[in-house]
């Protein structure tokens, strides 16, 4: 008898083929009354199976009595109601690791992206530009001061690259990471002081919602440039266009936005903004890892009664 594992979304093809290979497999975005479809066979499931954009809310961990496990295709999980998932019991699992080294190489490409000006000098080299004239001065990239809101295995893996461009790290974290050679910076405002890159690695969710305000951004400065690879709920996104507007704050390059995928026009007017689609975990390797990892997850939980990666 395969285990009964309520689906919300479709995950990928190779993650669905699995998951339908080894499970008896719910899919809930195929029920035409997703309340009726929760209140008639709820209490069948096992497990919950979420691609990280879906929410997996009170509504559906309610009327699941039975379930004892959530595997979450993404290291965020902000869309999943923790509180009640651990009031009910159930264990979590997200996919990290695996998707670390991507998103850090992305917070450097963007990083590179908004001081050096590339994406604006493709769109001017495309439009002729170059024939009759030159792209103005950017901004130095190595040597320079990284601060890192963060200091999670993604923001590891930046400070590690940022290394290589000789750039003096440090980070604000809740608290101090353990035999971390990076200096900790309590402050956020002070780091963002310090900083001429601020970049954006920690969660989302309630916890940590705009963090980055706009006396963050006032602090990181006219020269200052954010990078946020992380969610847009931790940046006040309505402060950062006025910061932008103004010039109170340099640039900023941003794969995730608080309305996604919905992104202010006034940022897409703006040649110091480089504006991505959250495709920071998008690469076909750690596409293939987080699909092994998630359905992994599952495996094990129901062989030993343990996730591999808990939240
Ligand atoms: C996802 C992400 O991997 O894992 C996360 O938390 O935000 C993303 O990088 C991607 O959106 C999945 O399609």
């Known amino acids: ?176 990471v353990e035999g971390s050679a990076h200096e900790h910076e309590p402050s956020l405002a002070e780091l963002a002081r310090w900083a001429d890159f601020l970049v954006v690695a920690c969660p989302g969710g309630p916890a940590t919602r705009h963090l980055v305000n706009a006396e963050v951004m006032e602090a990181l400065g006219p020269r200052g440039i954010l990078v946020n690879i992380a969610r847009g709920s931790v940046v006040d996104e309505a402060a950062l266009v006025r910061a932008l507007q103004e010039g109170r704050l340099g640039g900023a390059g941003l794969d995730v936005f608080e309305h996604e995928p919905d992104v202010p026009p006034a940022l897409l007017e703006m040649d110091q903004v480089v504006a991505l689609s959250h495709i920071a975990g998008f690469t076909r390797e750690s596409r293939a890892d987080m699909e092994q990892l998630v359905c992994d997850n599952l495996d094990a939980y129901f062989r030993t009664g343990q996730v591999l990666t808990p939240v």
């Open 1 to 176: 008898m395969k285990h009964r594992i309520l689906q919300i979304g479709p995950i990928t093809a190779p993650a669905d083929e699995r998951l339908a290979r080894d499970y008896d497999i719910a899919p809930l975005w195929k029920q035409p009354d997703r309340a009726a479809f929760l209140a008639e066979h709820g209490p069948a499931f096992e497990g919950i199976a979420v691609h990280v954009r879906d929410a997996c809310g009170a509504d559906i961990l309610n009327a699941l009595p039975h379930a004892r496990v959530i595997v979450n295709f993404g290291v965020g999980y902000d869309k999943i109601d923790v509180e009640t998932a651990r009031r009910l019991g159930m264990q979590i699992s997200n996919t990290p690791r695996v998707l670390d080294g991507c998103v850090a190489d992305l917070a450097m490409g963007l990083a590179i992206d908004v001081a050096r000006g590339l994406s604006t000098t493709d769109r001017f080299v495309r439009a002729g530009g170059w024939k009759t004239g030159q792209r103005p001065l950017m901004t130095r990239v190595h040597g320079k001061n990284m601060g890192l809101l963060g200091f999670g295995g993604i923001g590891q893996a930046v400070a590690r690259r940022a290394a290589g461009f000789d750039m003096a790290v440090r980070y604000h974290a809740r608290r101090p």
